[in-house]
């Protein structure tokens, strides 16, 4: 079998995280079909992203020292089962404790996804797998919106998790079969304690970022939320000082490379994720396009990702990854602030030229981060480095979620423009030109630190 044959059944299995985004679509079948509120639907999408989001580091640790296929084969596990349990839940509390299980078993996969596929091949060879690597999750998060439409209109809601179920059995039994290279384990032991003060920390602060989507905290939500975070992260100073093996090394951010893209790929995803937001609803409410179309424009951007993942791995190999990341980081401002020049019935052409500009970008951002992040850590700790790049993508998508919607609400004069179209124009407008210029004045000011993006990756 060669390295390549491995990499697709690695690749394979991966595909059950990127494509949870066939679930949205089926979020009025759900409500429906439990009799719940529609504002009972952010559950489903909290319990599966706070799980998933606090786990990520900690099951990446796991990976490094226990090894990355025996973590990555424990989560195809327990994302079966989960997906098993969801299809069959008969009450909205089962659905919501299954959906938490597919964030544990999702960190599992994703963590150590991008340390096998390095694991695979030689270093010459690592910035084209890993490009290979953002382009399987680019396309999963592609098909599955159109897929998952489909899959409802045809089966119900189950079937959203139905069709990932023999996704992760047939990639598991394929890994119980699959030679894999050596693994260079990390030395140390696993730090408990420190991993629970990590997801508690990690999943409090995600808490009050989501809860400020829905309006200002209360105040006893602040001092309760506030106070965990505060104990979490005293009790990491703490462990630390004890001289124990920590989950995550935090003196490993002092190479600035990795702080730097770690830091902004956050920043990149935030912005990135406007489009998701709300070019929808300016397609429905601001052109004449059939739902089929709309579908195709929206789908520019992911295409434009998976490009990317193809060609951004030759481009970092002829000027560097850090470079790549910079013109990533250009084309997500460019084509963010493009897409704020939109206007009623704005041509196609336009309307997919900015859209392929955007995911260009972001696709090309995200190689580059996944090959500097590796090369930044030692190969014992490729786990980590793996987790840290999906972990900024999330944290990244998570406040765009509420800032951005805090943001575009405010614009629009309160949310107050149902019949409004003028107003909504105008918010939609704003909100996407100063997210594409927040960008560009944020990666400016990275540009007055020494050796920022056009040196070499300090390892």
């Given at each position: 079998?060669?390295n390549?044959?491995?990499?697709?059944?690695?690749?394979?299995?991966?595909?059950?995280g990127p494509?949870?985004?066939?679930?949205?679509?089926?979020f009025?079948?759900?409500t429906g079909?439990?009799?719940?509120?529609?504002?009972?639907?952010?559950?489903?999408?909290?319990?599966?992203?706070i799980?998933?989001a606090?786990?990520?580091?900690?099951?990446?640790?796991?990976?490094?020292?226990?090894?990355?296929l025996?973590?990555?084969q424990?989560?195809l596990?327990?994302c079966?089962?989960?997906?098993l349990?969801?299809?069959?839940?008969?009450r909205f509390e089962?659905?919501?404790?299954t959906?938490g299980?597919q964030g544990?078993g999702?960190?599992?996969?994703?963590?150590?996804?991008?340390?096998l596929t390095?694991s695979?091949?030689?270093?010459?060879?690592?910035?084209r797998?890993?490009g290979?690597?953002?382009?399987?999750?680019?396309?999963?998060?592609?098909?599955g919106?159109s897929l998952?439409g489909?899959?409802?209109?045809?089966?119900g809601?189950?079937?959203?998790?139905?069709?990932r179920l023999?996704?992760?059995?047939?990639?598991?039994?394929a890994?119980l079969?699959?030679?894999?290279?050596?693994?260079v384990r990390a030395?140390g032991r696993f730090?408990?304690p420190?991993a629970?003060?990590l997801a508690a920390?990690?999943g409090?602060?995600?808490?009050?970022?989501s809860?400020?989507?829905?309006g200002a905290?209360?105040?006893?939500?602040?001092?309760?939320?506030?106070?965990?975070?505060a104990a979490?992260?005293?009790l990491?100073l703490?462990?630390?000082?004890?001289g124990?093996?920590?989950v995550?090394?935090?003196?490993?951010?002092?190479?600035?490379?990795?702080?730097?893209?770690?830091?902004?790929?956050?920043?990149?995803?935030l912005v990135g994720?406007?489009?998701?937001?709300?070019?929808?609803?300016?397609?429905s409410?601001?052109?004449a396009l059939?739902?089929t179309?709309?579908?195709?424009?929206?789908?520019?951007?992911?295409?434009?990702m998976?490009?990317?993942g193809?060609?951004?791995?030759?481009i970092?190999e002829r000027?560097?990854?850090?470079?790549?990341?910079?013109?990533?980081?250009?084309?997500?401002?460019?084509?963010t602030?493009g897409?704020?020049?939109?206007a009623p019935?704005?041509?196609?052409?336009?309307?997919a030229?900015?859209?392929?500009?955007h995911?260009?970008?972001?696709?090309?951002?995200?190689?580059?981060?996944?090959?500097?992040?590796?090369?930044?850590l030692?190969?014992?700790?490729r786990?980590v480095?793996?987790s840290?790049?999906?972990l900024?993508?999330t944290?990244?998508v998570i406040?765009?979620a509420?800032?951005?919607?805090?943001?575009?609400?405010?614009l629009?004069?309160?949310g107050?423009?149902a019949?409004?179209d003028?107003?909504?124009?105008?918010?939609?407008?704003q909100t996407?030109?100063?997210s594409?210029?927040g960008?560009?004045?944020?990666?400016?000011?990275?540009?007055?630190?020494?050796?920022?993006w056009?040196?070499?990756v300090?390892t």
């Amino acid at each position: 079998m060669t390295n390549w044959m491995r990499f697709v059944v690695v690749a394979f299995g991966t595909l059950v995280g990127p494509l949870d985004s066939a679930v949205n679509i089926a979020f009025p079948s759900i409500t429906g079909a439990f009799g719940v509120p529609q504002s009972a639907i952010q559950w489903v999408v909290v319990c599966y992203v706070i799980s998933y989001a606090t786990l990520l580091l900690i099951f990446g640790r796991l990976g490094d020292l226990f090894g990355h296929l025996r973590v990555f084969q424990a989560g195809l596990a327990i994302c079966a089962l989960a997906f098993l349990g969801s299809g069959l839940a008969d009450r909205f509390e089962m659905l919501l404790f299954t959906r938490g299980l597919q964030g544990i078993g999702t960190a599992m996969v994703l963590s150590c996804g991008p340390a096998l596929t390095t694991s695979l091949f030689h270093d010459h060879q690592r910035t084209r797998a890993l490009g290979a690597f953002a382009a399987v999750i680019g396309l999963g998060s592609a098909i599955g919106p159109s897929l998952g439409g489909i899959l409802v209109e045809i089966w119900g809601w189950p079937a959203v998790f139905w069709f990932r179920l023999p996704i992760a059995v047939l990639t598991l039994v394929a890994t119980l079969f699959l030679p894999m290279p050596q693994q260079v384990r990390a030395d140390g032991r696993f730090d408990l304690p420190g991993a629970m003060c990590l997801a508690a920390g990690l999943g409090t602060l995600l808490i009050a970022i989501s809860r400020l989507r829905y309006g200002a905290l209360a105040l006893t939500e602040i001092l309760v939320l506030g106070s965990v975070l505060a104990a979490a992260a005293v009790l990491l100073l703490v462990r630390r000082r004890e001289g124990g093996d920590a989950v995550v090394q935090f003196s490993m951010f002092r190479n600035l490379d990795l702080s730097l893209v770690t830091l902004t790929g956050i920043a990149v995803n935030l912005v990135g994720f406007a489009v998701m937001l709300f070019v929808p609803y300016f397609l429905s409410r601001m052109t004449a396009l059939p739902v089929t179309m709309g579908g195709l424009v929206l789908a520019i951007s992911p295409l434009g990702m998976m490009l990317a993942g193809q060609a951004g791995p030759r481009i970092a190999e002829r000027f560097g990854a850090k470079p790549t990341a910079f013109a990533g980081v250009v084309l997500v401002a460019a084509g963010t602030g493009g897409v704020g020049l939109w206007a009623p019935n704005e041509a196609i052409a336009v309307m997919a030229a900015t859209s392929l500009v955007h995911g260009l970008g972001l696709g090309l951002y995200q190689v580059a981060q996944l090959d500097v992040s590796v090369a930044s850590l030692p190969r014992a700790n490729r786990g980590v480095a793996g987790s840290l790049v999906m972990l900024s993508r999330t944290l990244g998508v998570i406040i765009a979620a509420s800032l951005l919607t805090a943001l575009f609400v405010a614009l629009e004069g309160g949310g107050n423009s149902a019949g409004n179209d003028a107003r909504f124009l105008g918010a939609f407008q704003q909100t996407f030109q100063l997210s594409g210029a927040g960008l560009a004045v944020f990666v400016a000011l990275t540009c007055l630190l020494p050796r920022a993006w056009f040196a070499p990756v300090r390892t």
